[in-house]
């Protein structure tokens, strides 16, 4: 028996109003705690379809599955969408906009109902598990870019989602940033999460991915694991290039591992 997928798209159309379509009949299925990474030009719709998962978009036609069952868009069930479905966006500074650290990763929580206490215990531990716990008291927008990006992050775990989805996460990240990242990526997978990212980092896709989703002008161009898609003689025709590691003898290792 197949298994249900944890999120799955099914001839979802998106037009923004200016007319022109920006997905187009696409259609992914993301099984259950992969690590699955879709690649591509910059205007292929990644971040639209990114979203469309998080309920912020809603299809113009076809329509989008959570463990097998159709969006509800009522209030109720948008919030509980995404309370499972976190989306952690490409420019942190459009997440984070409370005055500490602890604060703002509480912000979730409290909006779930909990207890001042549950919400801090959940908010403490969400940023612990990014390895931010001497910056709870810090302003947020005294933080660097890779601490407001763990900050970002900890605001979606606060809420315990089964499913992370993160827009180009090493954007702006320097080479010590991007281990950092990728070694809480790797516990988080480790712990059952579904993780989905978008990126233009072919070597870490290589490294990383379980499922790799190549789009490109609103549709999956291409599916498969990280070698059958990225060392694709056609990769420069879909946009994306090869990773630089590609035919060296020690080949690649998982990072976070």
């Not at 036609?61 to 948008?78: C, F, N």
């Not at 215990?121 to 927008?141: F, I, Q």
Request: net charge negative.
């Amino acid at each position: 028996m197949t298994a249900v997928p944890i999120l799955e798209a099914k001839n979802v159309c998106f037009n923004y109003q200016t007319g022109k379509p920006v997905l187009r009949d696409l259609n992914l299925a993301i099984p259950a705690g992969a690590r699955v990474a879709l690649v591509g030009p910059n205007g292929a719709g990644k971040s639209t379809l990114f979203l469309h998962f998080n309920a912020i978009l809603r299809p113009t036609g076809g329509a989008l599955y959570y463990q097998g069952k159709p969006y509800d868009y009522s209030r109720q069930s948008v919030n509980r969408l995404r309370q499972k479905i976190g989306l952690v966006f490409q420019d942190q500074d459009m997440q984070l906009f409370a005055p500490t650290v602890l604060d703002d990763v509480l912000f979730g929580p409290m909006n779930m109902g909990l207890t001042l206490a549950e919400a801090e215990r959940a908010a403490r531990a969400a940023v612990e598990t990014v390895e931010m716990t001497d910056y709870l008291a810090d302003p947020v927008h005294f933080l660097s870019p890779g601490q407001k990006k763990r900050v970002a992050l900890a605001g979606v775990l606060a809420m315990e989602p089964d499913v992370l989805v993160m827009d180009e996460p090493t954007a702006g990240l320097d080479y010590a940033g991007s281990v950092n990242l990728c070694e809480i990526m790797g516990r988080l997978h480790k712990a059952g999460k579904t993780l989905v990212i978008s990126t233009h980092d072919m070597d870490w896709v290589m490294e990383w991915a379980d499922l790799v989703v190549a789009m490109f002008d609103g549709q999956v161009s291409a599916c498969g694991t990280a070698a059958e898609v990225l060392l694709r003689p056609d990769h420069a025709e879909l946009g994306f290039a090869r990773p630089t590691g590609y035919g060296k003898p020690d080949g690649w290792k998982r990072c976070g591992e």
